[in-house]
């Protein structure tokens, strides 16, 4: 009986953890995109509008709960349970420090990955269960973003294994103790940061929602807690993928001084500020230039990312990071290039 207890007391502990952090992402996000751009963000609801996001929630719980009247109300009730609870899952099997973890596996990382793209299944079921054309459009390009990210992302990560020697977590961190993993694999960290966005639906990528095109996307017709359910599992797989690339890539909780446990934080805040950062500088892209990037630019990248990998693991570790620094240059001149060219074919028709 003692053991069931504190089993639920540490679940019990690590969603209230999760959920207040992710409290405090939402805040920050529109802290530090309102000083981004020259504005003061929140600032009357708390101390510097610390409190905005739980006002949020009570705005949230006084909204009529709707489901339309032609909708498959199962699926449309289910769907964004189907997305919240794969973010709260993921943390089952998440490392917090080397003496603080859930459960151990031998396939730890592809564990994390396997949960972790069960999030856009909860909006492809919402856009068709919604029985609207700008839901279900936004529902198929998720279905799209998943397919075509899904693999460089996974192979982006081919590399760490392989110099680690294994997908557990806590080995793929202790083999960083030297020299963390972006340094030998800058061009599987970038393809990674690329997919992670894909996968969370966030700028430049954020095509489900596409407010400027599909009123909201997939979630037009939710409203109230249903809602927020959505809104509350993006955030928090914003940290979750947060959290892995900093276990991945940036050393995990490893660090003088600090205990590890910060230094997962510090890593993992980084990660999230980068997303913020693009968010609040790229436009979003077209559904042809995204499945473009994927299949033509990331997926060649990320098995060239591999070869480089196994090649450096004979020659030696010079040789991979450079070969590796070489091919991430590459590749983003790459994509820098199809950035600049990216409407010259539109304008070119206007001209006529």
Known sequence: MSELL???????????????????????????????QSRRGPMRTGYHGLLQPFADALKMLGKEDLVPAGADRGLFMVAPLIAFTPAILIYAAMPWAEQFAGASSEI?????????????????????????????????RAAAQQVSYEVPLLLSVAGVVMLAESMRLSDI???????????????????????????????????????????????????????????????????????????????????????????????????????????????????????????????????????????GIVLGPGFLVSLQVAAAVALGWV????GAEAGDEARAVARL
């Not at 069960?118 to 609207?132: E, K, T, Y």
């Not at 994509?335 to 199809?338: R, S, T, V």
């Open 6 to 36: 504190r089993i639920a007391v540490g679940v019990i502990a690590v969603v209230v953890v999760v959920m207040l952090n992710t409290v405090f992402v939402m805040w920050l996000e529109r802290k530090f995109l309102g000083h981004l």
């Open 108 to 140: 730890g990382l592809f564990m994390l990955f396997a949960i972790a793209a069960l999030f856009p299944v909860g909006i492809v079921v919402a856009g068709w269960a919604s029985h609207n054309k700008y839901s279900l459009i936004g529902g198929v």
């Open 173 to 311: 961190v202790e083999a960083q103790t030297g020299v963390w993993n972006i340094v030998t694999q800058p061009l599987g960290f970038l393809i990674f940061f690329i997919g992670m966005l894909a996968e969370l639906n966030r700028v430049p990528f954020d095509l489900p929602e596409a407010e400027s095109e599909l009123v909201s996307g997939f979630n037009t017709e939710y409203s109230s807690m249903r809602f927020a359910l959505f809104f509350l599992a993006e955030y928090m797989n914003v940290f979750t993928w947060s959290l892995i690339g900093a276990i991945v890539f940036l050393g995990g909780w490893s660090g003088p001084l600090l205990p590890g446990i910060v230094w997962l934080g510090l890593k993992t805040y980084a990660m999230i500020l980068l997303v913020f950062w693009v968010r609040g500088t790229f436009p979003r892209v077209r559904v042809d230039q995204l499945l473009a990037v994927s299949w033509k630019v990331l997926l060649p990248a990320a098995l060239a990312g591999a070869m480089i990998t196994a090649v």
């Open 335 to 338: 994509i820098a290039k199809l």
